[in-house]
């Protein structure tokens, strides 16, 4: 921004400002990943895992426990390999899981 000639106002984040201050550029970064053609991007992943790597930091998981994270997850709910995508889910009425699903469309949209 310097360079440019602006003079921005900053000032210096509590830890919880700074951590919701990464979630949201965290966002936003992945927002500008999906617009972006594929040429170019490898700047924007690298935005995304530098803040990745900040929030990590300022949570205090380190890298090693990311990715036991990872694994965990991968091998309970599976991972990307197989290039699988979920379109739908049938799920009985009477399951236990429905209210909780259905009480979150946005983020269960393949939950009918």
Known sequence: ML??????????????????????????????L?????EKAA???ADVQEIIDELCAALGISKEQLEELQKAKRKKAG???????VDTVQIAEDDPWVKHYLSSPDKYPEVK
């Open 3 to 32: 360079s440019s000639g602006t003079q921005p106002q900053v000032r210096i984040l509590s830890s919880p400002e700074f951590i919701e201050a990464l979630k949201y550029k965290l966002v936003e970064e992945s927002r500008e």
């Open 34 to 38: 999906v617009a972006e053609i594929p």
């Open 43 to 45: 700047g924007e992943l």
């Open 79 to 85: 991972g990307f390999l197989e290039r699988l995508y």
